[in-house]
């Protein structure tokens, strides 16, 4: 059973830089070929996908947070890894990771996600 | 870019009662459109995908259906686990969830 879980500091301040892992267990990332994704979703509010990223390196972001976002995956760890720059308190979220259907495209539905953390920006 | 417009926002409805959620494309997706259930505190659950394709183990009451800019999800009987916040997704371009619709027991 594939499970996915996410990991790193619940607290950033404004202006620093947002870092969570995702530790993928129950499967391989490097033996399958799936896209694997960063999904976040404000307190009370609704979802909004950031990016998602092949095994092999190549990735799909979404343009309204493109130049703030690294997605990058570590195949020998099984984990996959976001970066968020430059943060304010905008980007307070719960942060899901997840792995898409079927790997067709960088923009699949998501089958399996994590159980989400939450991320505060605040000084 | 394209928008997604989910209606109600909302909804009150018993157990039992056939419900429908939809959706509206700004331009056409050509079904490229899923659909997620969200209780509290957890993630979400992928229920349907290409407008009418059940996921694996989700309940055949759950059903979806359009085309173009137009999409659905119906719940033909309602049961109590059923009661959640519902979102569309659209994934013809840079994915784009809708606004999501509430629904509560009435």
């Known amino acids: 059973q594939l499970q996915l879980q996410e990991s790193g500091p619940g607290l950033v301040k404004p202006s620093e830089t947002l870092s969570l892992t995702c530790t993928v267990s129950?499967?391989?990332?490097?033996?399958?070929?799936?896209?694997w994704g960063w999904i976040r979703q404000p307190p009370g509010k609704g979802l909004e996908w950031i990016g998602s990223?092949?095994?092999?390196?190549?990735?799909y972001y979404n343009p309204s947070l493109k130049s703030r976002v690294t997605i990058s995956v570590d195949t020998s760890k099984n984990q996959f890894s976001l970066k968020l720059s430059s943060v304010t308190a905008a980007d307070t979220a719960v942060y899901y990771c997840?792995?898409?259907?079927?790997?067709?495209?960088?923009?699949?539905?998501?089958?399996?996600w994590g159980q989400g953390t939450l991320v505060t920006v605040s000084s | 870019d394209i928008q997604m417009t989910q209606s109600p926002s909302s909804l009150s409805a018993s157990v039992g009662d056939r419900v429908t959620i939809t959706c509206r494309a700004s331009?056409?997706?050509?079904?490229?459109l899923a659909w997620y259930q969200q209780k509290p505190g957890k993630a979400p659950k992928l229920l349907l995908y290409?407008?009418?394709r059940l996921e694996s183990g989700v309940p055949s009451r759950f059903s979806g259906s359009g085309s173009g800019t137009d999409y659905t999800l119906t719940i033909s009987s309602l049961q109590p686990e059923d009661f959640a916040t519902y979102y569309c997704?659209?994934?013809?371009?840079?994915?784009?969830f809708g606004q999501g619709t509430k629904l509560e027991i009435k």
């Open positions: 990223i092949y095994y092999s390196g190549s990735t």
């Open positions: 129950g499967g391989s990332i490097s033996s399958s070929s799936y896209y």
């Open positions: 997840a792995r898409d259907l079927s790997g067709y495209s960088g923009y699949e539905p998501y089958g399996y």
């Open positions: 997704q659209q994934y013809y371009s840079t994915p784009l």
């Open positions: 331009q056409g997706i050509s079904n490229s």
């Open positions: 290409a407008a009418s």
